[in-house]
């Protein structure tokens, strides 16, 4: 590999050009996959919709309406059957996860209670905080059925009543936020939950 | 060293897991069943290949003293190329892949051969042994994630053929990184005992 000489010269002009085309190959493929890759998550969203609620039989993606919160948008996704709300999906987020944002899919019976909870997106450190998943531990399982005017969601070490991941208090902290902000903001701007 | 050897000393003489046991980490850790093992092998095998291919074209005007750098960039643009595609085209795998896939960069096969071969050989025979050293570590992959998905589950590729009594799928221990390591162990064994007694 010596025939080029490594003066300072050859070896900058070297790693700008390989660099410059790794970059330009990258940017060609992202392009090229960012379509599907988008819709394959919305095809994740659309299942964590039909996992989260009760049964129902509306489209509840065409009757989705967004809320500004917190810097972000929540978005909620009503499912009925018939003309009646048996559920709201809502889309949350969290920007305190241990590792940046969690994406939650919480789904809300209309009195506010607790449904389901799904994992849309996170970053969370794997075998420690990804256990908020549904498929990698029970945690999700405790919030299922709760009804958060008298259960606290919180971590009990902040006084609250839910179990933490052992080792990732910080990602189960977050996960928390995101129900709370799902909850909070549904709460506001139901007038009166049925 | 004629192009067939150069193909064929990836798959038993100098496989990567059995024999050089190179790549060992994401070997243990993504083989809980056949077509785990089988789909991070073609992964690495496409990055493998690419990385010498290019690797072997620029030999000669990579300064000896960066060549490392550029061998990485070379390497992460491609294990990119490859998540990004995963990602979406087979959503399935790539998620059960996870975190392996970006770590294809740090797979000590890939960087080997790029060093060892690629930088020093011809473009013919840098993509021969790219191919055939990342064939070899797909076909490792795919045999240790079968032999974990019987015991472990009683399947193979999904397909249940158990022969466990009722009730029970099979042994957890062999899903788990311990049986990883145990099965592992009992392979290379075989796999040397049987070369030894070739040569």
């Given at each position: ?44 969203k659309?299942?964590a919709i039909?996992?989260v609620v ?6 509840p993606?065409?009757?989705k309406y967004n809320i500004?919160v917190?810097?972000?948008v929540l978005t909620f996704y009503p499912a ?7 559920g709201i999906a809502v889309e949350t987020f ?9 994406r939650l899919m919480v789904g809300l019976l209309?009195?506010g209670?607790i449904n389901r909870i799904e994992?849309l ?57 995101a129900v709370k902000r799902a909850y909070d903001t549904y709460m506001k701007e139901t007038?009166?939950?049925? | ?199």
């Open positions: 590999m010596a025939k080029k000489d490594s003066s300072l010269l050859s070896m900058a002009l070297t790693m700008f050009i390989v660099t410059l085309a790794a970059a330009t190959a990258l940017g060609f493929v992202y392009r090229f996959t960012k379509g599907p890759i988008e819709e394959a998550g919305q095809q994740k659309l299942n039909q996992l009760p049964e129902f039989d509306n489209n993606d065409a009757e500004d917190d810097g972000d009925k059957k018939g003309d009646e709300i048996v969290t920007k305190k996860g241990f590792s940046g944002m969690v209309p009195d209670t994992v997106k996170h970053t969370e450190t794997p075998g420690l905080g990804d256990k908020m998943e549904c498929s990698k531990s029970d945690f999700h399982v405790q919030f299922e059925g709760k009804d958060p005017a008298g259960y606290k969601l919180s971590v009990k070490k902040d006084g609250g009543d839910v179990d933490a991941i052992t080792a990732s208090t910080i990602s189960s902290r977050a996960y928390c936020d007038p009166s939950p049925r | 060293m004629n192009q067939w050897n150069n193909f064929s000393k990836g798959f038993f003489r100098e496989n990567a897991v059995f024999v050089l046991l190179l790549g060992l980490c994401p070997t243990l850790a993504v083989t809980t069943s056949a077509i785990n093992g089988l789909g991070m092998g073609l992964a690495t095998t496409f990055v493998l290949v690419m990385s010498n291919m290019i690797v072997s074209l620029a030999k000669g005007s990579i300064p000896a003293k960066v060549r490392i750098p550029s061998f990485i960039v070379i390497i992460a643009t491609f294990v990119t190329i490859v998540d990004l595609v995963m990602a979406a085209y087979v959503q399935d795998l790539h998620k059960q892949l996870g975190l392996f896939i970006p770590l294809i960069v740090v797979n000590c096969l890939v960087l080997g051969r790029a060093e060892a071969f690629a930088s020093k050989n011809s473009f013919l025979s840098s993509l021969i042994d790219g191919l055939g050293m990342g064939l070899g570590f797909a076909m490792a992959l795919t045999i240790l994630g079968g032999v974990r998905e019987i015991l472990g589950s009683g399947k193979i590729f999904n397909i249940s053929i158990s022969y466990f009594p009722e009730g029970i799928d099979g042994m957890l221990v062999f899903v788990l990184p311990p049986g990883a390591f145990i099965a592992l162990g009992f392979l290379i064994a075989i796999l040397n005992r049987i070369l030894k007694k070739t040569t």
